[in-house]
């Protein structure tokens, strides 16, 4: 069964480009528009992992991660921050909230590939019968082309 992404963003092309991205590498890919919708979605779906914007209306990305990290204690589920902002205090909150991954917009697809690959297929080397780069080789360029 294919693994299950929840894409939440306002902003309709970021999330047709995530779907086009991770649609052929396997995943399935639903969407959410805001924070809200976000968490009903997580609680109907229960997506393997949220793919979060910060800006959005009626409950933006920090306060739904927060609301998230709440209501599943015990349960953790893996969430890629995706942020126009690229403050250094912006980076911490998303993480002290429970932020996963922070990848900042202009994203390139390929980081937001890589990152999925690498929390739900724990960062493995190159796939099996592929010769493909893995999760972990994809995660090492983009941290090395991103900072």
């Not at 480009?17 to 779906?45: H, K, M, T, W, Y």
């Not at 009626?58 to 015990?74: A, H, W």
């Not at 250094?88 to 909230?97: E, G, H, L, N, Q």
Request: overall charge negative; proline content about 5%.
């Amino acid at each position: 069964m294919a693994q299950t992404v929840l894409v939440v963003d306002d902003h309709r092309p970021t999330v047709e480009l995530i779907r086009d991205a991770l649609s052929p590498q396997g995943f399935e890919v639903i969407a959410a528009e805001n924070g809200v919708e976000c968490l009903v979605a997580v609680e109907e779906q229960r997506p393997d992992l949220v793919i979060l914007d910060v800006h959005m209306p009626v409950l933006n990305g920090l306060d739904t991660l927060r609301l998230l990290r709440q209501r599943m204690e015990e349960q953790h589920l893996p969430v890629i921050i995706l942020s126009g902002r690229v403050s250094f205090s912006d980076v911490r909150t998303a993480w002290k909230r429970g932020a996963d991954i922070y990848l900042t917009k202009p994203v390139r697809v390929g980081a937001v590939v890589a990152a999925v690959k690498w929390l739900l297929r724990e960062g493995g080397g190159v796939d099996e019968g592929s010769d493909q780069p893995g999760a972990s080789e994809l995660m090492s360029g983009v941290v090395a082309s991103d900072l």
